[in-house]
């Protein structure tokens, strides 16, 4: 069976920066479509980003663009978020998703398209 490890979250000062790992195991980076999620408490979760297989596209919510950049590096079939410049507002439990994409399309955020989940990993931005 796949599954996804997230980590790297943590408490952070706002400004600060923080970088979080998604571990896939079970199966190749190859063909996997990555996208990160959010969940802020009351709130419904949100599509931050996404990476396409082998890194062919990206794309970032506008509340993150310009200081998250998503990464991958498939022969650890990992995928990063690093978080810059980081609020309160994005104070929420970070989760990683994937899918499979046999033909390296666009990434998307709509979370109907991942099949394969992470736990979850809390962010805090707060002084």
């Known amino acids: 069976q796949s599954q996804l490890v997230e980590s790297g979250g943590g408490l952070v000062l706002p400004g600060g920066s923080l970088r979080l790992s998604c571990a896939a195991s079970?199966?190749?980076?190859?063909?996997?479509?990555i996208g990160w999620f959010r969940q802020a408490p009351g709130k419904e979760r949100e599509g931050i980003s996404c990476v396409g297989a082998r890194g062919g596209s990206t794309l970032y919510a506008d509340s993150v663009k310009g200081r998250f950049t998503i990464s991958r590096d498939n022969a650890k079939n990992t995928v990063y978020l690093q978080m810059s410049s980081l609020k309160p507002e994005d104070t929420a439990v970070y989760y990683c998703a994937a899918y499979l994409d046999i033909f390296r399309q666009m990434c998307n955020l709509s979370p109907l398209k991942y099949k394969i989940w992470g736990q979850g990993t809390q962010v805090t931005v707060s002084s």
């Open positions: 079970g199966v190749t980076s190859d063909f996997l479509t």
